[in-house]
């Protein structure tokens, strides 16, 4: 339960979900893969993916789901980026079968600058990472410049009311509602087509047994 926590556990905690290093980094990206594949089949799905089309991902931490993006049409290429050196490793290991295939591809990137060519994919996808964008409005018209026309980027977030009751949250997270979405996506080029609401069960990372609502906004180019 979250009262042996800490604040300095909560802190470190926060510090490792939002760039997860070392051993420690290794077990939370594990976490987090495990506790969020609900959230990342809903933002997979949200895709609509196609025959051939190109996939980036920002943030995929271990990439333990690539299977599954993978399975959703033939011949998709999959790129993903992240901040942690660690998470990079990790996602390499672990799919190393795909990277051999020349099916997926691992980068680094500083959380703004996308070190793509413009109109370089068919489809974006980032899953519990928007809390932790230094220039939200700057990465998301960075998003916009490598989709092809026609692109969808899906977010997958926790909602607000839900995200502002884990005692973690307030060590360096940026919590959105649906209207603060609305509101950031306005100073970008996108344009909103839905934003789904979803629920599951998932385990809190303090350990608790929680009820989750999330959403996932599906932008379009």
């Given at each position: 339960?979250?009262?042996?926590?800490?604040?300095?556990?909560?802190?470190?905690?926060?510090?490792?979900?939002?760039?997860?290093?070392?051993?420690?980094?290794?077990?939370?990206?594990?976490?987090?893969?495990?506790?969020?594949?609900?959230?990342?089949?809903?933002?997979?799905?949200?895709?609509?993916?196609k025959?051939?089309?190109?996939?980036?991902?920002?943030?995929?931490?271990?990439?333990?789901?690539?299977?599954?993006?993978?399975?959703?049409?033939e011949?998709?290429?999959?790129?993903?980026?992240?901040?942690?050196?660690?998470?990079?490793?990790?996602?390499?290991?672990?799919?190393?079968?795909?990277?051999?295939?020349?099916?997926?591809?691992?980068?680094?990137?500083?959380?703004?600058?996308?070190?793509?060519?413009?109109?370089?994919?068919?489809?974006?996808?980032?899953?519990?990472t928007?809390?932790?964008?230094?220039?939200?409005?700057?990465?998301?018209?960075?998003?916009?410049?490598?989709?092809?026309?026609?692109?969808?980027?899906?977010?997958?977030?926790?909602?607000?009311?839900?995200?502002?009751?884990?005692?973690?949250?307030?060590?360096?997270?940026?919590?959105?509602?649906?209207?603060?979405?609305k509101?950031?996506?306005?100073q970008?080029?996108?344009?909103?087509?839905?934003?789904?609401?979803?629920?599951?069960?998932?385990?809190?990372?303090?350990?608790?047994?929680?009820?989750?609502?999330?959403?996932?906004?599906?932008?379009?180019?």
């Open positions: 339960m979250s009262d042996k926590f800490s604040e300095e556990d909560l802190k470190s905690l926060a510090k490792q979900l939002s760039n997860p290093t070392g051993e420690d980094g290794i077990k939370v990206g594990q976490l987090m893969n495990e506790g969020n594949i609900e959230m990342i089949k809903a933002a997979i799905e949200a895709l609509q993916l025959f051939g089309q190109s996939v980036l991902e920002l943030g995929p931490g271990n990439a333990g789901h690539l299977k599954i993006i993978l399975d959703q049409a011949y998709l290429n999959y790129f993903g980026v992240d901040i942690s050196e660690t998470m990079k490793a990790e996602a390499e290991r672990i799919n190393a079968k795909f990277i051999e295939l020349r099916t997926a591809f691992f980068t680094l990137y500083d959380g703004t600058n996308l070190p793509f060519k413009d109109k370089t994919f068919d489809a974006t996808l980032t899953v519990n928007i809390y932790f964008w230094e220039k939200p409005a700057e990465l998301l018209n960075e998003v916009y410049r490598v989709l092809k026309p026609g692109g969808r980027f899906a977010i997958a977030y926790g909602q607000k009311d839900f995200m502002k009751n884990l005692p973690f949250v307030k060590h360096g997270f940026q919590l959105y509602s649906d209207e603060d979405i509101v950031l996506v306005a970008s080029s996108f344009k909103i087509e839905e934003i789904q609401h979803k629920e599951d069960d998932a385990i809190s990372k303090t350990g608790e047994k929680v009820r989750r609502q999330f959403g996932v906004a599906v932008l379009m180019k």
